[in-house]
């Protein structure tokens, strides 16, 4: 009998952090450079990046237990956006945070043990991964530590074109997916009854959703589209498992330029909307 | 009647860069540090990576139309690897290739205007493209002047797992997708009659493929799998379209690492290698 796989501690590591922040809020941090406050703002848009994202990354601390750094927000910038991204990692972790990065990657064979070696070697705890290629392209994410949320259901509306097709045996493509990502993630489950690889499920997709979380009673979801993108608070709570938990919500632009000050006292501001934001979801916490 | 969308051009250049070298050859270079010839060794693997890619750039000038550059092997070195990476480009196109660079992005909204301006940024032609959040993903590519290469059917064994399910309405979950790329594409096709936005489907699944070329006509298809994972080109003959083109065959290990000189004349041994490739597949080139 071969050895089973089991879990890299991602999951346990994850559920921690949300008790003890008792919020399963998540930041994403996708820096636009239009938008990033006037004291910020630089000649040269790398400083203007580094700048904003440190300010969003200090509101976060202690505040919510998880940022997501969007990263082609950083690979814009060509190789010293990927320094300032790598930077900004570092810099969160040392702050306490869990790390996601949203790079939505997925390659096969030796080119995918690269991605999980550059994306753990920034410092990060978890990556999305697309799925189309097969359920294995996640095992070299596992295998280098991380967590990984499987894109199953996005929340953007073209995301319905391929998702909600309907196969022959009457689930939809996502649901198809889902089945996968269940039956991958069984035998890496933590102590916490999670597993190591979890969702990508939006908020936007209520109904839907509750049929993916019976199709995955273990999987984290990582739940965009909360608040500017139309998702409400009963439609994330759809998504919960039996414990009331096993979301992480992610808010962006609503939080990290919820700010009207022009000096440094922007990052106050972000910091409320971020505790605001916390406050909001802190149902959902498990 | 709002606009139709039209060519960026993409498709006829690689229509004429095809013709011109009378082959449909693309050279994958995906470099694996261990496998660096001798003399291109370094302490610093990063030294090792560029010389090994100059080389094979080198070689490949002028022999073939075309080279891919695997991303994830230069993303392995972080923000230096991703400089190497744009070094490589511009020398690639400095030397009259055409590059492709395969990436597999796809995300929404404003980070894939990101993704888009980061690779047209570095000076590549085209991009391979995952379309699991919908074929939309490829519009900000082709805005930047990018041909794409939409996943549809890949060579690896996994990608059964999602690919080949069978839809409702007898369809395969890839065919559907090629449905999707033949009906996007079709407003975007230049003077040769094919469309820059073009579909990744192995060759090691011929039955497959002549079912996909019927759903794709006008689409340039890059094909991964000949050689080393086993693809002949009986199987790519069978993805070529009605003017038996259309198709841009992928060789990588079996061309890059073609060498046994310790010295500076494995780049000689890989032009061979190369012009073998080009050859061998020269009935396909339309």
């Known amino acids: 009998m071969p050895s089973a796989p089991s879990t890299n501690g991602f999951a346990d590591r994850l559920h921690r952090a949300i008790r003890a922040v008792g919020s399963p809020a998540c930041i994403g941090i996708d820096p636009v450079i239009e938008k990033v406050p006037e004291i910020e703002r630089s000649s040269d848009p790398l400083d203007s990046l580094m700048g904003f994202s440190l300010g969003v990354i200090s509101a976060a601390a202690s505040v919510v237990p998880v940022v997501k750094f969007q990263s082609a927000c950083y690979e814009r910038f060509g190789q010293e956006g990927v320094g300032i991204l790598a930077s900004c990692i570092k810099k969160a972790k040392a702050s306490g945070l869990l790390v996601i990065l949203d790079a939505k990657r997925g390659d096969i064979g030796i080119s995918n043990e690269h991605y999980a070696a550059a994306i753990a070697g920034m410092g990060a705890d978890a990556v999305t991964v697309s799925g189309y290629l097969g359920l294995g392209v996640v095992e ?147």
């Open 140 to 286: 070299p994410f596992l295998r280098a530590g991380l967590g990984v949320f499987v894109l199953v259901r996005t929340s953007n509306p073209d995301g319905d074109e391929i998702q909600s097709q309907r196969l022959a045996d009457g689930r939809t493509v996502a649901e198809m997916v889902a089945d996968r990502v269940a039956e991958f993630g069984a035998s890496r489950r933590g102590q916490s009854g999670y597993s190591d690889v979890g969702a990508v499920v939006g908020a936007t997709k209520a109904a839907e959703g509750r049929e993916l979380r019976i199709r995955m009673p273990s999987q984290p979801f990582l739940v965009p589209g909360f608040g500017a993108q139309g998702g409400t608070l009963a439609d994330v709570q759809s998504l919960s498992d039996e414990r009331g938990g096993g979301v992480l919500v992610t808010a962006s632009r609503s939080v990290i330029y919820a700010f009207t000050s022009t000096n440094g006292s922007w990052v106050d501001e972000v910091r409320h909307a971020a505790s605001a934001f916390a406050q909001e979801v802190r149902p959902l916490a498990g």
